[in-house]
């Protein structure tokens, strides 16, 4: 499976990551290089298997649906890079 | 008498009871080891008072007739789990000088069992790498060196190649690490140290930094399979905040090693030996093991785990899958890293800090992760992979319900290579954890022990594999190893 620029381009914008356009080639071809290596995963017959969805054999346990932690916004947005009275500030988004 | 550092997790417990010696003499001591030897740049965050704190207190439980498992015990922790107040970086730039407001559950277990914390330990970053070579706080030097080229420095390991060469270098008596496809088992094979992937589920997840959380496993490393099972001990336990975490019981893992392993079958899987890559040497010593536990009066038989070969593919497209999911979270909003511009909007922010934030293997690693998830792929890639993975458990299961109890294999397909061998394949990089990453899939407990020096003196570590969440099994027949094996060699940056 060989990416091109164009797929490289539009999955790191997907991944919201800039990468300079002179970039794009050679991260294209590193990347076909795994993909390539991936390839492999086709010779083993699945169409029988259930793909594995659980690493232990556990059921998820439930709880109950209630609040039981928080009440400290200052606490919270302590790490943040920009913040106002308990809210996070972030670059305008709605023109 | 023998150095505060060179004691055994055991041994000091011992000394610290009988009052041999403090805990701020312990802990002094390898506070100051810790100076000596800045230059393998182990620790991004060394915490000198907090340890000196930490161990003051052990001392007034230990006077008092209190002290827990790992009381004055000096640690690295590696710098993944989260720690109250306490920078933690994961290794990247993106993190900047996150100050968790929380303590992980791990961590928090071992300081309730009186362990003191010398400092955070290097790694990876995100703990994505297997030579340490990805950390944006510098590379971590092994205090291991090739008698051939004794000058030339050599990787630790990854990605808990911080905690390995801490450890190995008498800069901690214990590390904690993470494996999700070989980060604990493959630095302690590099570095002649002890390490143990527990069995997924059996430690908490809750606060440390996710990287691929169907396989983050959080274990110890330390000099003896005793003092592996008594960390893990501490570590070990179900956390109601992590889902996955098991409701299962602790048992007590010391009480086990002795047992010996007279009568236990050790499974020795064909595909280990593939035709071309195994090196003889290597090959040489994986026998000298079977010989070793054959000798402790195991039986061995030779078993096969037919998907062996595909399990590094797909652990290629799990692990990235999960990691481009997890790693959303470094928006440059709510912590660490923001890089924006005047006139930027939301979007031109995302891209901007992540660009600037993540490093080249992680960035990689995310766009793998995103392609393969993305519309129209996600059958192709992430799907199948799951479904090979179902196969590479079946194997493994299979193996264990025919009567095999433990199986053996090499840690890794080499010792440890040079920091400045270039390798510019990450394919090639991606082959240190071919006989690691199969037992992450599957979510099966892996010790790795240290068994003997390669041609080039360098240490080089056996597997050990069991059942899901019989570590017990495992740490026994890993005692046996260790006393057939007496590996007692030591770095060359210890000797005079």
């Not at chain 1, 050679?26 to 390839?39: H, N, Q, R, V």
């Not at chain 2, 003499?25 to 100076?35: K, N, S, T």
């Not at chain 2, 590390?175 to 094979?189: E, K, L």
Request: charge should be negative; charged fraction near 25%; aromatic fraction near 6%.
């Amino acid at each position: 499976m060989s990416l091109d620029k164009e797929t490289v381009r539009k999955i790191a914008f997907l991944a919201r990551i800039d990468v300079p356009d002179d970039q794009l080639d050679p991260l294209a071809s590193e990347l076909s290089g795994i993909l390539d290596w991936i390839e492999q995963l086709r010779e083993v017959d699945t169409s029988e298997v259930q793909p594995m969805t659980s690493v232990a054999e556990m059921t998820l346990p439930w709880r109950d649906d209630a609040v039981t932690d928080g009440g400290y916004p200052e606490r919270v947005t302590a790490n943040a890079p920009d913040s106002q009275d308990g809210f996070y500030l972030v670059p305008k988004v709605v023109e | 008498m023998t150095k505060l550092t060179d004691l055994t997790i055991a041994e000091a417990r011992k000394g610290l009871d009988r009052g041999d010696f403090t805990a701020v003499e312990l802990a002094d001591a390898h506070l100051a080891a810790m100076e000596a030897h800045a230059g393998l740049n182990a620790y991004i965050t060394p915490t000198p008072e907090r340890a000196r704190e930490r161990a003051a207190a052990s001392d007034a439980r230990i006077a008092k007739g209190e002290a827990g498992a790992m009381e004055g015990i000096p640690i690295a922790m590696k710098d993944l789990f989260c720690t109250d107040g306490t920078r933690t970086t994961a290794g990247s730039n993106i993190l900047g000088n996150f100050v968790p407001p929380y303590e992980s559950t791990v961590s928090e277990n071992l300081w309730k069992a009186g362990a003191v914390m010398l400092g955070k330990a290097n790694l990876d970053e995100f703990a994505m790498g297997s030579s340490n070579l990805t950390s944006a706080f510098g590379s971590v030097v092994n205090p291991w060196t090739r008698t051939d080229a004794p000058e030339r420095k050599l990787v630790p390991g990854g990605s808990s190649g911080g905690s390995a060469a801490a450890v190995a270098a008498r800069l901690a008596l214990g590390a904690t690490g993470t494996d999700t496809g070989g980060s604990i088992r493959q630095p302690a094979s590099f570095c002649g140290i002890t390490g143990l992937k527990p069995t997924y589920g059996r430690c908490s997840r809750w606060g440390i930094v996710a990287f691929a959380s169907s396989l983050d496993q959080a274990g110890p490393m330390a000099r003896s399979v005793e003092d592996v099972a008594i960390m893990l001990g501490a570590m070990a336990g179900h956390d109601p905040k992590d889902s996955t975490s098991a409701p299962v019981a602790v048992p007590d893992f010391t009480a086990a090693i002795e047992q010996g392993v007279k009568g236990l079958t050790v499974g020795i899987p064909k595909e280990y030996k593939p035709e071309e890559g195994l090196s003889p040497e290597i090959e040489a010593i994986w026998t000298r093991g079977m010989e070793m536990l054959k000798d402790a009066g195991a039986k061995t038989v030779e078993i096969s785990l037919p998907h062996t070969k595909y399990a590094l593919a797909a652990y290629y497209i799990v692990a990235p899958a999960e990691a481009s999911s997890n790693l959303a979270r470094y928006d440059g909003v709510r912590y660490g890293l923001r890089v924006v511009e005047d006139g930027d909007g939301l979007n031109d922010m995302y891209c901007k800090t992540r660009a600037a934030g993540f490093g080249a293997e992680v960035k990689r690693r995310i766009l793998i992760g995103t392609y393969a998830l993305s519309a129209g792929y996600y059958d192709a890639y992430y799907l199948k992979a799951q479904k090979v993975r179902s196969l590479i458990a079946k194997d493994f299961k299979d193996a264990f319900d025919n009567g095999v109890d433990v199986i053996l294999t090499p840690t890794t397909p080499s010792a440890a290579f040079a920091l400045d061998e270039e390798v510019t394949d990450p394919v090639t990089m991606y082959l240190n954890d071919v006989f690691t990453v199969p037992t992450s899939l599957a979510g099966l407990p892996g010790l790795s022990v240290p068994v003997a020096l390669t041609e080039q003196g360098l240490p080089q570590g056996l597997q050990l594999i069991g059942r899901p969440f019989d570590e017990e099994t495992v740490l026994r027949a890993g005692r046996a190893l260790e006393k057939a094996a007496a590996f007692t060699a030591k770095p060359r940056l210890l000797e005079g």
